[in-house]
């Protein structure tokens, strides 16, 4: 076995979010970028292999959200394959394992990754404001954190079956239901989840609440908000229609068929960021960008199908008198809501016998394009592809939510700065504010150079000369 | 779209944190989330946090993968 492997190339498009932020003459600040190198290349690699491997190849190649990817690819494939209904176990199955995806990583997010700023403050020295600060002065919640992180990849699990070839989806269904056992494993620690998810909606709603008045002024900017949506308007993580709304609530395109995404969506290419910039087409390139993820899908929603996260809905949009929240902050929040409405629908599902059904695959009629849609974690996920009569992948194209956020995070970043930044010298505080404003996003930046909770973070002041005036890195 | 290489644990110190490395650089890594990883494992990191622990199966497809990848970067490079 070798223990040195070369894959720098590919390890090596994975650096640090640059920041750069730009001043006029008079040393103020008229604009701050974020330079997120994204990897494209896996469009390429995957040209020439067979259909059928894709969803499995890419959720080994993109193991942070992995099930979503997987997912994503899969609902592409099963068009392929001619089916655009699975059996109601295939589909239930797949929701299960998304709804226990969604749990663990909105957990991971908030009680490893957010939850310090929260607890701690902004400003908070960062030896203390991380994931060992929280369990020493409050090791419940850490051990929840951990607890329920543990449950969603139990769920991934149990649904997805071995991990080596053919894992989970499958073109077409699904290769494995839930047995009895299982379902009382899982069920056994549901209520305990509940709490504790009961517990986190908690924190995050009063956070922002007591803290209305900074959340206002902290990377708060109106914007368009792009999510999937059921037929009937209710939030739906794993399947729907397309909804795009504008700051107001005003509907800019409603219940689109996602298979023809590309008439109302584009990417724009900016010579600066290696990271293409989507919008939506009929209002341009200009105005057109738009938010998704918690924030964009809590309001875009009319409402959610679970009695504890809809009631949390309706707290959280009375805050803006039922109009879209664009507090950047809001995201927390809104996580948190989602997190309940997750563990929810696992436990509507659990009590499904259709779980333990035999119909799991479906075949029809080969088809050469697809589109797959799911709302990840952190955003909607498109997934494109074409594949020849030798079920060979011809063409893909991929947008993942970090993308589609790659305009508001820029956006969150100038306003940061605009408000943070005095003089030409970068302190620590600023560079505190510029990552709890990208977290906010939880972005998929770099994962391998990590420190512990500490995004990679390398700020630059540049006048406009294109001088720099002032330089920091986070690690 | 971002990727998840898998890294190796070469050690765990005594206050239980765990050092990996890739590529010749060392990451401190905590090891919170997946408390039965040993020195030899492949993790998966994200964040600082070591979220999934990969058995040698699984370790070695995903570098066959990463493998595969790097080979086209570099035959692209030669073309140039």
């Known amino acids: 076995m070798t223990n040195k492997i070369t894959i720098e190339p590919v390890t090596r498009v994975e650096g640090h979010g640059k920041v750069t932020i730009h001043l006029d003459d ?17 469009e390429r690699f995957i040209q020439g292999r067979p259909f059928w491997e894709v969803p499995v190849t890419i959720q080994r190649l993109c ?89 969603g990849q139990e769920i991934i699990k149990m649904t997805a079956g071995k991990k080596i070839h053919g894992t989970g989806a499958i073109p077409g269904g699904i290769n494995k239901n839930l047995s009895i056992e ?21 924190i995050a709603k009063d956070y922002t609440v007591e803290h209305l008045e ?32 504008d700051k107001d609530g005003n509907k800019i395109f409603d219940q689109v068929n996602y298979q023809g995404y ?16 989507p919008f939506i087409k009929s209002i341009g390139n200009e105005d057109g960008w738009y938010r998704v993820g918690p924030l964009a899908r809590v309001n875009a929603c009319d409402f959610i199908d679970t009695p504890v996260a809809e009631e949390a809905r309706k707290e959280f949009m009375a805050v803006t008198n039922g109009k879209p929240n664009n507090l950047s902050l809001g995201y927390h929040w809104t996580r948190m809501i989602e997190l309940v409405h997750s563990i929810e629908k696992i436990k509507e599902l659990l009590n499904d016998s259709d779980l333990q059904g035999e119909d799991l695959v479906l075949k029809g009629e080969r088809r050469e394009e697809a589109v797959g849609l799911i709302e990840a974690p952190r955003g909607t996920l498109f997934h494109h592809y074409k594949v020849n009569e030798n079920d060979q992948v011809t063409m893909c194209n991929l947008i993942v939510s970090t993308t589609s956020n790659n305009e ?43 420190a512990l909770g500490r995004m990679p973070l390398e700020v630059k002041v540049v006048d406009c000369a294109g001088n720099v005036l002032d330089k920091k890195s986070t690690n | 779209m971002c990727l998840a290489v898998p890294m190796k644990l070469t050690a765990i110190d005594a206050t239980g944190k765990g050092v990996s490395e890739l590529e010749g650089t060392t990451y401190s890594v905590d ?11 492949y993790l998966i990191v994200h964040a600082g946090f070591a979220i999934e622990k990969l058995d040698q199966e ?22 140039k």
């Open chain 1, 182 to 202: 299982e379902r009382d494993t899982l069920l056994k620690e549901l209520d305990q989840q509940i709490e504790w998810s009961k517990g986190a909606l908690k």
């Open chain 2, 58 to 79: 699984e370790a070695d497809e995903r570098l066959k993968l990463f493998e595969g990848m790097a080979q086209m970067y570099a035959e692209q490079d030669t073309a």
């Open chain 1, 408 to 450: 508001p995070m820029n956006r969150a970043v100038s306003g940061v700065a605009k408000k943070y930044l005095s003089g030409v010298e970068i302190t620590e505080g600023l560079l505190n504010h510029v990552e709890v404003a990208i977290r906010a996003y939880d972005p998929c930046l770099s994962c391998a150079t990590h």
């Open chain 1, 262 to 277: 590309h008439e109302y969506i584009a990417e724009e290419v900016r010579d600066w960021s290696y990271m293409k910039f």
């Open chain 1, 214 to 245: 900074l959340a206002k002024e902290f990377a708060n900017f109106d914007s368009n908000h792009l999510t999937l949506i059921r037929e009937d308007g209710a939030m739906d993580l794993y399947h729907g229609n397309l909804r795009a709304i």
């Open chain 2, 31 to 41: 090891l919170s989330l997946t408390p039965d990883a040993k020195a030899g494992d």
């Open chain 1, 63 to 151: 193991g942070i959200c992995p099930v979503s990817h997987h997912l994503a690819a899969a609902k592409a494939m099963d068009i392929i394959v001619g089916v655009d209904k699975l059996t109601p176990t295939a589909e239930k199955m797949r929701r299960l394992m998304h709804y226990g995806q969604m749990f663990q990583s909105h957990a991971l997010h908030f009680f490893h990754l957010c939850s310090p700023d929260l607890l701690f403050g902004f400003d908070a020295d960062v030896a203390i404001r991380n994931v060992i600060g929280v369990a020493e002065k409050f090791p419940e919640l850490a051990v929840q954190g951990v607890m329920m992180r543990k449950y």
């Open chain 1, 26 to 42: 008079n040393k103020q600040v008229t604009d701050a970028k974020l330079h997120i190198v994204e990897f494209r290349g896996f």
